[in-house]
């Protein structure tokens, strides 16, 4: 019954920052100790791309190269909250992008294999454009 919700897309111009939450519901002790959570996008007639994950058990990070200097995953355990900070946006990075959840031994190797995460989100939109 694990669950979860992105938000937090929207138009933003390039050199611009926006933050996306994806909000957990459902873990287990089990669960939490050996789940991440991993951010993706998909842009048009592109294939979907791993961009950040983090995991819940240990919080130790990965990010695609694209991203890094950019882009920073955390995370809020009392509120069940990973987010996504998005800053120096750059019209390369529209996409579509969804979080996912499932059970990883870390990041680094296993975060960016969409084929190991069990649950997704519906996705939120990011547009970058003057």
């Known amino acids: 019954q694990v669950h979860v919700a992105e938000s937090g897309g929207g138009l933003v111009q390039p050199g611009g920052s926006l933050r996306l939450s994806c909000v957990g519901s459902?873990?287990?002790?089990?669960?939490?100790?050996?789940?991440?959570i991993g951010w993706f996008r998909q842009a048009p007639g592109k294939e979907r791309e791993g961009v950040s994950c983090i995991h819940l058990g240990n919080g130790t990070t990965h990010s695609v190269d694209s991203v890094k200097g950019r882009f920073t995953i955390s995370r809020d355990n009392a509120k069940s909250t990973v987010y996504l900070q998005m800053d120096s946006l750059k019209p390369d990075d529209t996409a579509v992008y969804y979080c996912?959840?499932?059970?990883?031994?870390?990041?680094?190797?296993?975060?960016?294999?969409?084929?190991?995460?069990?649950?997704w989100g519906q996705g939120t939109q990011v547009t970058v454009s003057s």
């Open positions: 996912a959840t499932g059970p990883l031994p870390y990041c680094s190797d296993y975060g960016f294999y969409p084929r190991y995460y069990d649950y």
């Open positions: 459902g873990f287990t002790p089990d669960t939490f100790n050996y789940y991440a």
